[in-house]
């Protein structure tokens, strides 16, 4: 049986790996300025997170939601502190997609709508109803389409304003990224999204903040949402929640009341999901990872905007963006082969998206900095 060939992939095979390091079955080492889509946030194979993993493990890996699970509270007392919403409620579930899917379906149930506003350049899963409510069609199965998702410019209040107007009493929920990253690291304004929750409250809609790439401390907050000052009613969640470990969540403000079989998942909020997500909450509060990517993303981002051939360098934190005056494949191919350093592209053809883990020092930055002026200073392909 063969793979079923739907990734691009490069001639590379990883076997090992530890904080921002890399290395193939060759036996060459790589900087990991990507960290797998910003899955990894507190480094690869940290000693904490594989010795809470591994004793996980040999005591119960999984049981269903059919019994109490003490971890799932444990996770939600740490992620309550670590984001400030402690008030709030958590369900688990196995992805950032799953998130969103659920975060959508409660705000539904909430105020008895169907229709949702999300963003052009909006990337929020590939399940039903985050992958309709993506801007992507060549991802959206005919069966995926539907007529509630509606789609304005990132950043118009205006257009906001006119499409509550329009359709006063028949939007659930307005879902929209901190900053969007599959787009090529597009910030929502803070007053656009501080127009929202004013929005929302007037029409009684959901604000559903899609925190699975710009959360988990990224941006130097919990939540780069948090950078406006506002809440959310729903914070969806994952990639660096389990720093490569399959889980996803919600964090629910106190106004959703919650009914037995309104959500509901078999491998969410297992044993084995629980302790890898308690392993980053605790290594993220001991080590200082958000003042980390804070520190660390100011310090690249004021290098990186010496760059002459830099268009534009957008983002917070150690989520970052660098839009060039061409197209970006090329270089970003001889990063890989020629540097061994990990980044990655965007719809943006001309972006450069760089998301490495949390725990980045000032030295593997500045390694990636000198490469990254080095290919820059070399002709065009």
């Known amino acids: 049986m063969n793979m079923f060939d739907v990734y691009p992939v490069y001639d590379i095979d990883l076997q090992r790996a530890e904080g921002a390091w890399i290395w193939d079955t060759q036996g060459t080492k790589y900087l990991d300025m990507y960290g797998g889509h910003a899955v990894i946030s507190i480094g690869h194979t940290h000693p904490h997170y594989v010795k809470t993993i591994t004793e996980q493990l040999n005591r119960i ?42 975060a959508l379906k409660l705000a539904s149930f909430h105020t008895g709508r169907k229709k949702v506003i999300a963003f052009k350049g909006s990337f929020h899963g590939r399940t039903s109803l985050a992958v309709a409510a ?17 789609f304005l410019p990132l950043n118009d209040e205006s257009a906001l304003e006119e499409t509550f107007a329009q359709y006063p009493d028949q939007i659930a929920a307005v879902i929209v990224e901190g900053i969007q990253g599959v787009a090529g690291i597009i910030p929502a304004h803070e007053n656009f999204l501080r127009t929202i929750r004013t929005l929302c409250d007037r029409y009684g809609a959901v604000y559903v903040a899609d925190a699975v790439q710009c959360g988990c401390g990224r941006t130097g907050t919990y939540y780069s949402h948090n950078w406006a000052g506002v809440d959310a009613d729903i914070y969806s969640m994952a990639k660096g929640i389990g720093n490569g470990f399959p889980i996803g969540a919600i964090a629910i403000a106190p106004k959703f009341t919650p009914k037995y079989g309104m959500l509901g998942t078999t491998f969410g909020g297992n044993h084995l999901a629980c302790a890898a997500a308690i392993a980053v909450a605790e290594v993220m509060q001991q080590e200082n990872l958000m003042e980390n990517a804070a520190r660390m993303g100011d310090y690249l981002i004021q290098e990186l905007q010496k760059i002459p051939q830099a268009k534009q360098v957008r983002g917070k934190g150690l989520m970052i963006g660098i839009e060039l005056p061409y197209e970006s494949a090329a270089l970003r191919k001889k990063m890989l082969l020629q540097e061994h350093i990990f980044v990655s592209g965007s719809g943006n053809k001309n972006t450069v998206r760089i998301l490495p883990p949390l725990n980045l020092t000032k030295e593997q930055a500045d390694i990636f900095l000198k490469a990254f002026h080095k290919l820059l200073a070399e002709p065009a392909d």
């Open 134 to 150: 993506t801007d992507n069609p060549n991802i959206v199965a005919p069966v995926n389409e539907t007529e509630n998702v509606l």
């Open 61 to 102: 890996g999984f049981y269903s939601n059919s019994v109490i699970i003490g971890l799932q509270q444990e996770l939600a007392d740490r992620i309550g502190k670590l984001s400030g919403k402690e008030d709030y409620a958590l369900f688990l579930c196995n992805s950032g997609a799953e998130a969103n899917e659920n």
